[in-house]
Structure formats: structure tokens, C-alpha cells
């Protein structure tokens, strides 16, 4: 799937992804805001953030996208976002930081899963 607007591109993570990723989740300045998520990544971290956020994907219990920036080849993931758990049954599921990673500050959003879907 891939929902595009002027400068953005969302589509879902492959591999090539995690290099990129490596480098902004590695970066002080850039997770300023996200310090709990501040370490030295591996690829391999990357690799199994990509992979436990797209497991959900085949069932449509989870949608997670990268962000790739139309303007600027030199930066073709800016992030990722997407939702991370999925209740098909209420039309609900949460985004952001999860309780894994030492927040709760979830939002919800039924008017995305009324329009967007991972199957």
C-alpha cells in the first residue's frame, strides 16, 4: 500500500529501510523528543523493530508505513509511523509509543481505520 501527498510518500518498510532508520533512532538531536527511544541501534535492533511492526500486517491488526520525502533523494526515509494494534472488531487501534518502550501516550483513531487498510 502507498498514500502519497505533494512531498510525502508513505508506503510499507522493506529492509533497505533500516539503514536510514538506524541513523535518525541513533541521533540525539532527532529523538529529542523520544529520549526513552535514544540508543545506539544496530541494524539488527532495526531489523527487529521492522519485523515486530509489520507482523500484524497480513491479519490487518497492525499498519505501520515508512516516511519517504518526494523533495530530497538524498533522504529517502525521514521515519515511520503507522498503527500499531488494530481492533478490526470496534474500528479502533492506537498510534505512537507504546507501553513497551516506556510511554502510554497513545492515540486512537477511528476515522483512519474507516479509510486506511493494511489488507
Known amino acids: ?26 541521533d540525539p538531536g ?3 523528543d ?15 523493530r521492522r519485523l515486530r511492526q509489520t507482523a500484524g500486517h497480513p491479519t490487518g491488526e497492525a499498519c505501520n508505513f515508512s516516511m ?11 521515519g515511520s509511523t503507522g ?9 479502533d487501534g492506537s498510534s505512537g509509543i507504546n507501553a513497551e518502550y516506556g510511554s502510554n501516550d497513545n492515540t486512537t483513531n477511528k476515522e483512519l481505520l474507516s479509510t486506511v487498510s493494511c489488507e
Not at 512531498?7 to 532508520?21: N, Q, W
Not at 519517504?68 to 525521514?78: F, G, R, T
Not at 498503527?83 to 474500528?91: R, S, T
Open 34 to 48: 523520544l529520549p526513552y527511544l535514544l540508543k545506539d541501534w544496530t541494524l539488527e535492533d532495526v531489523q527487529q
Open 1 to 26: 500500500m502507498i498514500l502519497e501527498s505533494k512531498r510525502l510518500t508513505l508506503r510499507f518498510p522493506v529492509e533497505a529501510d533500516d539503514v536510514y532508520l538506524q541513523r535518525i533512532l541513533s
Open 83 to 91: 498503527m500499531n494494534k488494530i481492533d478490526k472488531v470496534n474500528k
Open 30 to 32: 532527532t529523538m529529542n
Open 68 to 78: 519517504v520525502l518526494k523533495d530530497d533523494p538524498n533522504l529517502p526515509v525521514i
